[in-house]
Structure formats: C-alpha cells, structure tokens
C-alpha cells in the first residue's frame, strides 16, 4: 500500500509562509486525489486543500481559499503546499490524505490513505 509522508512544518510568526510536501512511496490510483486536513487541540479534523492527478479540479476551504496553493510535483510524486499570510488560527498538526477518485473530495472519510501529519505552530 502506498505511504505518505509530510515534511516543512514548524514555527512561525503571524504574517509568515511555510511550503509543506506530501511525499507518496510508490504512484498508484491511490494517490489520484491527495488532500491536505488539519487538526488543532480540542477540534475536529477540518480539510483544507485537494487536488486531483490533473489538478485542473483543485478546491479549498474558505478559511484558506487566497492564502494557500497547492500543486504537484509529478517528478518527485508529491504534492506541496504553500501557507502564505499564516494566522494563529492556522496552528494545527497537517495532514497529508490520499484516495482514487477523479474529482477533489473534501469528506476526511472518503480517503484511504493518510500520512502521519507534520505540527504548524503560528505566533501572534
């Protein structure tokens, strides 16, 4: 089964950037949609970003929608993420999720495949 692994959280102060990376092992129909969810202290999982294969189907929350961008990178089968204007509110452990489908799906249960998540602290 195909693994994800997430890389480029850590700290930073409100107004900064961060670009985290999913890294999939192996390309398979598994990884035709990935997703990026998060999950702070005390709340319940909340999806973020996804795209599919093709990207041309990307979608975003409305707490992010302007001030993150995801894309692929096909060569290293991975897909990344660009935090820009971070706030506070975007403090949470992020992860990375995968499933086969042809359009971007924003439903934590619909995927089936799941990295181990990389923490994201902002400061205010």
């Known amino acids: 089964q195909v693994q994800l692994v997430e890389s480029g959280g850590g700290f930073v102060r409100a107004g900064g950037s961060l670009r985290l990376a999913c890294i999939a092992s192996v390309r398979t129909s598994e990884t035709d949609t990935t997703a990026w969810f998060r999950q702070a202290p005390g709340k319940e999982r909340e999806f973020v970003a996804a795209?599919?294969?093709?990207?041309?189907?990307?979608v975003y929350s409305d707490s992010v929608k302007g001030r993150f961008l995801m894309s692929r990178d096909y060569g290293m089968n991975a897909v990344h993420l660009q935090k820009n204007n971070l706030k506070p509110e975007d403090t949470a452990v992020y992860y990375c999720?995968?499933?086969?489908?042809?359009?971007?799906?924003?439903?934590?249960?619909?995927?089936?495949?799941w990295g181990r998540g990389t923490q994201v602290t902002v400061s205010s």
């Open positions: 795209t599919t294969w093709s990207v041309v189907d990307t």
């Open positions: 999720a995968a499933a086969p489908f042809t359009r971007a799906r924003r439903q934590a249960n619909e995927y089936v495949v």
